[in-house]
């Protein structure tokens, strides 16, 4: 596979006419004499000097890059109060990993959220990989001010196992329930790690002890591109069919409207409106609701 023919095509989605304009808008953006980075859970920029006219020009860019599904993020007063507090699931897993002078990787990695926040833990490469124009320009327009190390591919995780170098950990949350061979999605990501890497993954799960899935007939909480949702036991059956020696199981989440809700910052719906207005332990469809298990699966 020709990785860098394949980047070269998708520079090009830059210049689609729903980019463009957040494109132009960063490379407009006011370039301050210092900046202040805080990595918590609101990932926390304060621009020094920024004038009133600064700040304007900031908020109408982040404006035209809406949706915003990960964050928060704040520069200066302004707060981009994104559809997902991305620091619940940050924080629950942040306990199990360990970075330090090792090459990560986040797949899926939307407009970077998680790899930002990594960077305290000092690993020795950070790369994401999203094949979406505009979580890439949400990433450049933060990134201008952060001014990080952190390498964006406009990937996905089929790439993965062809890319120019292996992986100690990588990342894959909320990716695999988007595949419609959550088997071979895992082989893509176990070849993509290096001898004894590890990879941590969540994913929607249903209850239960029997080695099944849930495969919505059209949609599942009004999503369409859902296929399969298993038990935990398939989930690690997959795992291991995937070519991992070891899966260990880290906990399991039901996603309630604390972490993930509306906002003005995507104009679209939530999980409000997901649910079953009478019964919110299902969604409209009258599926289980979404809860997520999270796993971390070792190579040999």
């Given at each position: 596979?020709?990785?860098?023919?394949?980047?070269?095509?998708?520079?090009k989605?830059?210049?689609?006419k729903n980019?463009?304009p957040?494109?132009n808008?960063?490379?407009?953006?006011p370039?301050?004499?210092?900046?202040?980075?805080?990595?918590?859970?609101?990932?926390?920029?304060?621009?020094?000097?920024?004038?009133?006219?600064?700040e304007?020009?900031?908020?109408q860019?982040?404006?035209?890059?809406?949706?915003?599904?990960?964050?928060?993020f704040?520069?200066?007063?302004l707060?981009?109060?994104?559809?997902?507090?991305?620091y619940i699931?940050?924080?629950?897993?942040?306990?199990?990993?360990?970075?330090?002078?090792?090459?990560?990787?986040?797949?899926?990695?939307?407009?970077?959220?998680?790899?930002?926040?990594?960077?305290?833990?000092?690993?020795?490469?950070?790369?994401?990989?999203?094949p979406?124009?505009?979580?890439f320009?949400?990433?450049q327009?933060?990134?201008h001010?952060?001014?990080?190390?952190?390498?964006?591919?406009?990937?996905?995780?089929?790439?993965?196992a062809?890319?120019?170098?292996?992986?100690?950990v990588?990342?894959?949350l909320g990716?695999?329930?988007?595949?419609?061979?959550?088997?071979?999605?895992?082989?893509?990501?176990?070849?993509?790690?290096?001898?004894?890497?590890e990879?941590?993954?969540?994913?929607?799960m249903?209850?239960?002890?029997?080695?099944?899935?849930l495969?919505p007939?059209?949609?599942?909480?009004?999503?369409?591109?859902i296929?399969?949702?298993?038990?935990?036991p398939?989930?690690?059956?997959?795992?291991?069919?995937?070519?991992?020696?070891?899966?260990?199981?880290?906990?399991?989440?039901?996603?309630?409207?604390?972490?993930?809700?509306?906002?003005?910052?995507?104009?679209?719906?939530?999980?409000?409106?997901?649910?079953?207005?009478n019964?919110?332990?299902?969604?409209?469809?009258?599926?289980?609701?979404?809860k997520r298990?999270?796993?971390?699966?070792?190579k040999?």
């Amino acid at each position: 596979m020709n990785l860098d023919l394949l980047r070269q095509e998708r520079q090009k989605w830059l210049t689609w006419k729903n980019i463009l304009p957040c494109q132009n808008a960063i490379s407009a953006l006011p370039r301050p004499l210092e900046t202040k980075v805080h990595l918590g859970d609101c990932i926390t920029i304060d621009i020094i000097p920024a004038s009133k006219e600064d700040e304007m020009q900031i908020r109408q860019a982040a404006l035209l890059m809406k949706p915003w599904r990960k964050g928060p993020f704040r520069i200066n007063d302004l707060l981009i109060d994104a559809e997902w507090q991305s620091y619940i699931k940050y924080n629950f897993l942040e306990p199990y990993f360990a970075l330090k002078n090792k090459i990560v990787g986040d797949i899926g990695c939307n407009n970077g959220y998680y790899l930002f926040r990594m960077q305290e833990h000092l690993p020795k490469k950070l790369i994401g990989f999203d094949p979406s124009a505009i979580y890439f320009s949400q990433f450049q327009f933060i990134d201008h001010f952060i001014k990080s190390d952190i390498v964006y591919e406009l990937l996905g995780v089929e790439h993965v196992a062809f890319y120019e170098h292996k992986f100690d950990v990588l990342f894959c949350l909320g990716v695999l329930y988007h595949r419609s061979d959550p088997v071979m999605t895992l082989k893509s990501l176990c070849k993509g790690l290096n001898s004894g890497g590890e990879l941590i993954l969540d994913t929607f799960m249903i209850e239960g002890e029997d080695d099944i899935c849930l495969t919505p007939k059209e949609r599942y909480s009004k999503i369409p591109n859902i296929y399969f949702i298993p038990t935990v036991p398939a989930l690690i059956n997959w795992c291991y069919r995937a070519g991992f020696e070891k899966v260990e199981v880290l906990g399991n989440m039901i996603t309630d409207m604390n972490e993930q809700r509306k906002t003005e910052w995507i104009d679209t719906q939530s999980l409000e409106d997901f649910l079953d207005p009478n019964n919110t332990t299902k969604t409209v469809e009258g599926y289980p609701a979404p809860k997520r298990v999270y796993i971390k699966a070792y190579k040999a």
